[in-house]
C-alpha cells in the first residue's frame, strides 16, 4: 500500500513559532500533496510537490522533498491559533490514485 | 461553484439496515474519491471512478459495501447489511483531470451503526 507515515503524531508549538512535520513512504510517486483537516470538516487542500521538484513555497508554507530518501516534509513558519488542525501528506501514483498517511496533530496555543 | 456535497451530513442507523451515502462532484471535475476515516484506520481509500468508470475498489472492504457512478453528477456508497464497525466518516472528493491536480473534499458523512 502506497501510504506515507507522519511523524511526529502530534505537535504543541506556541504562536509564532515553527511547526515541522515529515512524511516518509516506501514506493515511487508520481507527485505528493498536503493537506490540511480541522476538527470535524473535511481535508482541504495546501500544497502539491511534483516528483521532479526538490521545495516549494506557498505564503508561510514551505514543502520539501527528498525522493532519494523517499521524505517530505511541511514547515509551517510563525505559526498562528489559526493553524490548529490535522496535517495530512498524500502519495499519488501515475494513475493518480491518492493515499493518506495518518496525519499529524498540531495545537498552536496562544 | 457549490464544491463537493454530500448527503446526508449524519446517519444513524441499526445494525442490519442498508445505508446509502450520496455524493455531487464539482460540475466539471471527472476523478470521484471515496474515502473513510476512523480514528483506529485513519483516512483509507475505498474506490475511485474516472468519467464515471470505476478504476480501483481494492480498498472496498467487504461485498457488503458497493458504490456506482451514474452518471457525471452523481455517486453512491451503499453498505447493506450496515454493521457497527462501519461506522465512520465517510468522505467524497472530487478532482479534474492530471494526477498533478488537487482533490476536493466534502463535508463528510458521520455514519454511526447501533
Known amino acids: 500500500s502506497q501510504q506515507g507515515e507522519e511523524d511526529p503524531q502530534a505537535l504543541s508549538i506556541q504562536e509564532g513559532e515553527n511547526a515541522t512535520m515529515n512524511c516518509s513512504y516506501k514506493?515511487?510517486?508520481?507527485?505528493l500533496q498536503w493537506y490540511r483537516q480541522n476538527s470535524g470538516r473535511g481535508l482541504v487542500h495546501l500544497i502539491l510537490?511534483?516528483?521532479?521538484?526538490r521545495e516549494k513555497h506557498s505564503g508561510r508554507l514551505r514543502v520539501t522533498l527528498d525522493t532519494s530518501k523517499k521524505s517530505s516534509s511541511l514547515l509551517i513558519t510563525a505559526s498562528r491559533a489559526a493553524d490548529t488542525a490535522s496535517y495530512f501528506c498524500?502519495?499519488?501514483?501515475?494513475?493518480?490514485?491518492?493515499?493518506f498517511g495518518a496525519g499529524t496533530q498540531v495545537v498552536v496555543t496562544p | 461553484d457549490a464544491g463537493v456535497i454530500q448527503s446526508p451530513r449524519h446517519e444513524v442507523t441499526e445494525m442490519g439496515q442498508e445505508v446509502t451515502l450520496r455524493c455531487k462532484p464539482i460540475?466539471?471535475?471527472?476523478?470521484l474519491f471515496w474515502y473513510r476515516q476512523t480514528m483506529m484506520r485513519g483516512l483509507e481509500l475505498l474506490i475511485y471512478f474516472n468519467n464515471n468508470v470505476p478504476i480501483d475498489d481494492s480498498g472496498m472492504p467487504e461485498d457488503r459495501f458497493s458504490a456506482k457512478m451514474p452518471n457525471a453528477s452523481f455517486s453512491t456508497l451503499k453498505i447493506q447489511p450496515s454493521e457497527p464497525r462501519d461506522s465512520a466518516v465517510y468522505f467524497c472528493?472530487?478532482?479534474?483531470?492530471?494526477?498533478?491536480?488537487?482533490?476536493?473534499f466534502g463535508s463528510g458523512t458521520q455514519l454511526s451503526v447501533l
Open positions: 472528493a472530487s478532482r479534474k483531470g492530471q494526477p498533478n491536480e488537487k482533490l476536493f
Open positions: 460540475s466539471g471535475h471527472d476523478y
Open positions: 510537490i511534483r516528483s521532479n521538484e
Open positions: 514506493t515511487s510517486i508520481n507527485n
Open positions: 498524500a502519495l499519488s501514483d501515475s494513475w493518480g490514485k491518492l493515499q
